[in-house]
């Protein structure tokens, strides 16, 4: 029994308990029965949520909703793309090369055809030069035979050529031309005749055609050198080549030497000038200062073929001490040359004694005597016009010309008259070849300074210059103007070029004339300083013109 409520008691403890348990048990049972409902009714949910997004996607994919890009993956793109792009560089650099190689070939290509066309045109140029030479030649032994043949007839206008073979077209036309004149000549005297009742003698039969000391047939008549002159230049005729071809003649020939001109002079010359050309300088004792200055500016480079002409004996006396060759001469300017300063007047000279050197067949380079030279000047002359000089010119404008408009409003529409202006060119230093013009300007600047108290420099200029005109025959010589920073004038150098640091140190000229300052021994001595010795503040004293000197800054 006791066992039994034992076991009872236990058991009833267990039912308390069972109760109790299964109370709680129950209880849980119930809430398992809640999170059991719950969890279906979401899976059902969710199910028909994943069915409708199936149906709406077509039914084969579902989409993945993907995260917003940041900024990080946006600056990954980016250098990526950059990445891709230089990648892909060297292929368009490849492309520009090669197409810029394609445009150099072309250019190369067309290079050689203008080279080609250029070696074309200088051949024909040659060949212009070459027979233009020949008819010089052939024109100037034509007038020499008829000067030394001249006839007596229209007061030795009229004149005879000895010795003239006429060939070809141009001896048909020359004959054309005498058969007209005869025809014409005989018509005349026949009606002179029937006037006058008189038959032609035989003075008249011997003005038309006579016989030379050859037996050739020479003519007399009034067009006898225009005559010879055409046929001249029918034996001597060019073609004109393509247009940009055809070049005028600059360049005319030397003349032929004549020794008995000075053959004192010209023994000098033999022995002092380099492949016939030199340079001269005229000077008496009011300058020698300045000659020494020029002389020593000379042998510096070194100059040889120089030359004084020494117009007193202190000058030849000073030459002679110098080791310098000098030519000794007494030349007095004229009467007309007496009031226009002592300067002035041997300047004038210098035209008539010029001659003779050019007689000789000598080239002059003549120079004042204040002129310093800082180059060999025969290293930059161009040498193919009759005259080649510096110019009194600052810039390109002034030195080479410049188109120079006029206005007068009155005119109106027409107000504007355009001109061409150039200054003139500086007679202290000009290089004059041994032709004909060249002597020409000589006899003319020089027959006009013995007449008028003119500037030399001023009608060198006009006679060089000015145009023919009814009544005034004008000079045709070639002319050249020099290079104004190299062949320099102290204008340039002391109001211009020593203002700009960076000009003055790229230039160096080749002479510096000090023609525009009056102070011109100083000066010339401060130029050499500067260029020779290389002292930088030699030109800093002088002011830009004639006023008067500035003092030294006292330190």
């Known amino acids: 029994m006791v066992s039994r409520k034992g076991v009872g008691g236990s058991g009833g403890g267990g039912g308390v308990g069972g109760g109790g348990g299964g109370g709680v048990g129950g209880g849980g049972g119930r809430l398992n029965d809640k999170k059991i409902s719950i969890a279906v ?8 949520v994943g069915f409708l997004l199936f149906k709406r ?3 084969s994919t ?10 990080k993956d946006d600056v990954a793109e980016v250098m990526m793309e950059r990445k891709r792009q230089e990648d892909a560089l060297p292929s368009v650099y490849r492309q520009h090369v090669e197409e810029r190689m394609t445009d150099i070939e072309l250019s190369v290509d067309v290079l050689r055809t203008s080279y080609a066309d250029a070696l074309q045109k200088m051949r024909v140029l040659k060949t212009q030069r070459d027979a233009a030479r020949k008819q010089l030649a052939a024109e100037h032994d034509l007038r020499l035979r008829m000067e030394e043949t001249c006839a007596g007839e229209g007061g030795g206008d009229v004149r005879k050529a000895k010795g003239v073979k006429r060939t070809g077209r141009a001896k048909e036309k020359e004959e054309e ?6 025809v014409e000549e005989e018509e005349g005297e026949e009606g002179e005749g029937e006037e ?17 000391e050859e037996g050739e047939e020479v003519r007399t008549g009034k067009r006898a ?25 600059r360049t005319n020939p030397e003349i032929e030497p004549d020794p008995t001109v000075n053959e004192e002079l010209n023994g000098i010359l033999a022995k002092v000038a380099k492949n016939r050309e030199l340079v001269v300088a005229i000077s008496d004792r009011n300058v020698q200062p300045m000659l020494d200055v020029w002389i020593t500016s000379l042998k510096r480079i070194p100059v040889t073929n120089l030359l004084v002409w020494a117009l007193d004996d202190t000058i030849a006396e000073f030459c002679t001490e110098q080791g310098v060759p000098f030519y000794r001469r007494d030349a007095r300017a004229s009467a007309a040359q007496q009031g226009v300063g002592s300067n002035h007047a041997i300047s004038g000279l210098k035209f008539a004694l010029l001659r003779e050197f050019l007689a000789l067949g000598y080239a002059v380079l003549l120079s004042d005597v204040d002129v310093v030279f800082l180059q060999n000047p025969f290293d930059h002359l161009y040498r193919d016009c009759d005259v080649e000089a510096m110019t009194d010119g600052t810039d390109n404008a002034t030195a080479y010309g410049y188109n120079d408009v006029s206005d007068d409003p009155a005119m109106g529409w027409a107000r504007y008259a355009h001109t061409m202006r150039i200054w003139v060119f500086n007679s202290g230093l000009f290089y004059a070849r041994p032709t004909v013009p060249a002597i020409e300007l000589l006899d003319r600047v020089s027959a006009r300074l013995a007449k008028e108290s003119s500037w030399d420099q001023a009608v060198f200029n006009e006679e060089l210059y000015y145009p023919s005109r009814p009544g005034y025959t004008g000079l045709h010589a070639s002319r050249r103007v020099m290079d104004y920073l190299l ?14 640091a960076v000009r003055m140190s790229l230039v160096k000229p080749v002479s510096v004339h000090v023609n525009y300052h009056p102070d011109k021994l100083p000066r010339m001595r401060a130029i050499f300083e500067y260029y020779v010795h290389g002292m930088s503040n030699a030109l800093d004293p002088f002011p830009d013109g004639s006023q008067r000197r500035r003092r030294k800054r006292q330190r």
């Open 41 to 48: 009714g979401v899976g059902v949910i969710l199910g028909v």
């Open 57 to 59: 996607g077509g039914g």
């Open 62 to 71: 579902v989409k993945v909703v993907e995260p917003e890009k940041s900024e």
């Open 177 to 182: 031309v005498e058969e007209e004149e005869e």
């Open 196 to 212: 006058k009742g008189e038959e032609k003698g035989p003075k008249e039969e011997e003005g038309k055609v006579q016989k030379g």
């Open 225 to 249: 050198r225009l005559q010879l002159t055409t046929a001249a230049g029918a034996e001597n005729r060019v073609r004109v080549g393509p247009p940009g071809s055809v070049k005028s003649q």
């Open 487 to 500: 062949f320099m004038n102290s204008k340039v150098l002391f109001k211009i070029l020593r203002k700009d």
